[in-house]
């Protein structure tokens, strides 16, 4: 048997404008996605065939970055489904884990670049935002140019992503889930439609890639006060483009009055904000109050882990 997790993850800084190579940054979540895999007479997925409605992530990773006979292939979250907190991304890598760990041991950069494939090739479009954040650990900044700490590089395309270890100050934060899914690439495609078709657009991601410069500054001075001001700004920003949402809202106001900072986190649209504070009881209280489901998390610095083996039976 292989066993492999991956984290959670928030986006902190630079959702949707890091698609159109702006920088993004993202932590990984003290909540995990767990797989165990064996050998089995026939490919299936929590006891489940390997369909396509069901197992998208599951069936292109074993279609095409795993040769060999059936898998089965059992999961376990922590990570609430279509909250915005990269359950697809914990799964794509614990999967992009599992099959390295099969092919002789796990590689993080390699990981990471199998991870994106999947989450790229099953959505359509995306960034490895995610799924880097998920298979490093920690926190990462997602660059176009390439700085300090380098971790690895992604390319699609004709766009390359660098990707970085970000130092993250100590921090508490609160996730509040707002209970109504968050489908990425239906709001992928609503901001690259009006990315397509407004100026004004294509400014508000200007702008959001320039704050995101802002908020690594802050982060590195360990400001917790500008980088709450900045979180606030950018969630102005992400409901010009149109990925707010009034459930949303209502949870980042409630967590307004005990916060440095907070906003939506992921696609939008649904899913969950996050809250920066210094009080998480009150916040979470407060986004319970107003029909939310609070998680108070920490950073976790353990990214992607596989171990184990499969016996192939001479194959």
């Given at each position: 048997?292989?066993?492999?997790?991956?984290?959670?993850?928030?986006?902190?800084?630079?959702?949707?404008?890091?698609?159109?190579?702006?920088?993004?940054?993202?932590?990984?979540?003290?909540?995990?996605?767990?797989?165990?895999?064996?050998?089995?007479?026939r490919f299936s997925v929590d006891r489940r065939p390997l369909t396509i409605r069901r197992n998208r992530y599951a069936r292109w990773a074993l279609e095409n970055l795993y040769d060999g006979p059936p898998l089965a292939v059992t999961t376990?979250?922590?990570?609430?489904?279509?909250?915005?907190?990269?359950?697809?991304?914990?799964?794509?890598?614990?999967?992009?884990?599992?099959?390295?760990?099969?092919?002789?041991?796990?590689?993080?950069?390699?990981?990471?670049?199998?991870?994106?494939?999947?989450?790229?090739?099953?959505?359509?479009?995306?960034?490895?935002?995610?799924?880097?954040?998920?298979?490093?650990?920690?926190?990462?900044?997602?660059?176009?140019?390439?700085?300090?700490?380098?971790?690895?590089?992604?390319?699609?395309?004709?766009?390359?992503?660098?990707?970085?270890?970000?130092?993250?100050?100590?921090?508490?934060?609160?996730?509040?889930?707002?209970?109504?899914?968050?489908?990425?690439?239906?709001?992928?495609?609503?901001?690259?439609?009006?990315?397509?078709?407004?100026?004004?657009?294509?400014?508000?991601?200007?702008?959001?890639?320039?704050?995101?410069?802002?908020?690594?500054?802050?982060?590195?001075?360990?400001?917790?006060?500008?980088?709450?001001?900045?979180?606030?700004?950018?969630?102005?920003?992400?409901?010009?483009?149109?990925?707010?949402?009034?459930?949303?809202?209502?949870?980042?106001?409630?967590?307004?009055?005990?916060?440095?900072?907070?906003?939506?986190?992921?696609?939008?649209?649904?899913?969950?904000?996050?809250?920066?504070?210094?009080?998480?009881?009150?916040?979470?209280?407060?986004?319970?109050?107003?029909?939310?489901?609070?998680?108070?998390?920490?950073?976790?610095?353990?990214?992607?882990?596989?171990?184990?083996?499969?016996?192939?039976?001479?194959?």
């Amino acid at each position: 048997m292989i066993e492999a997790s991956s984290p959670a993850k928030a986006i902190l800084f630079g959702e949707h404008a890091v698609v159109y190579g702006k920088p993004a940054i993202a932590v990984a979540l003290d909540r995990r996605m767990v797989i165990r895999v064996v050998r089995s007479e026939r490919f299936s997925v929590d006891r489940r065939p390997l369909t396509i409605r069901r197992n998208r992530y599951a069936r292109w990773a074993l279609e095409n970055l795993y040769d060999g006979p059936p898998l089965a292939v059992t999961t376990s979250s922590s990570i609430p489904s279509a909250s915005g907190l990269g359950s697809s991304a914990a799964l794509s890598c614990s999967i992009a884990g599992a099959i390295g760990q099969i092919n002789g041991g796990i590689s993080n950069e390699r990981c990471a670049g199998d991870a994106f494939e999947i989450e790229y090739n099953v959505q359509g479009r995306a960034s490895p935002t995610d799924t880097s954040a998920s298979t490093h650990g920690g926190g990462i900044l997602v660059s176009s140019r390439e700085e300090d700490e380098r971790l690895w590089s992604l390319s699609k395309g004709d766009r390359t992503w660098h990707v970085h270890n970000l130092s993250i100050p100590p921090m508490t934060l609160v996730v509040g889930f707002t209970r109504r899914p968050s489908v990425t690439p239906i709001q992928v495609e609503k901001v690259a439609n009006f990315y397509t078709k407004s100026g004004f657009a294509r400014e508000t991601i200007e702008e959001i890639g320039d704050l995101v410069w802002d908020a690594v500054k802050a982060l590195k001075d360990r400001d917790l006060v500008r980088v709450g001001g900045l979180m606030n700004r950018n969630n102005s920003l992400l409901t010009i483009l149109g990925v707010n949402s009034k459930e949303l809202q209502k949870l980042k106001d409630a967590a307004a009055p005990h916060s440095y900072g907070a906003k939506l986190t992921g696609a939008g649209g649904g899913g969950s904000m996050i809250a920066l504070t210094d009080h998480p009881k009150k916040v979470a209280a407060s986004i319970e109050r107003r029909g939310g489901v609070p998680f108070i998390v920490s950073i976790s610095e353990r990214g992607v882990s596989a171990s184990g083996g499969v016996d192939h039976g001479g194959n």
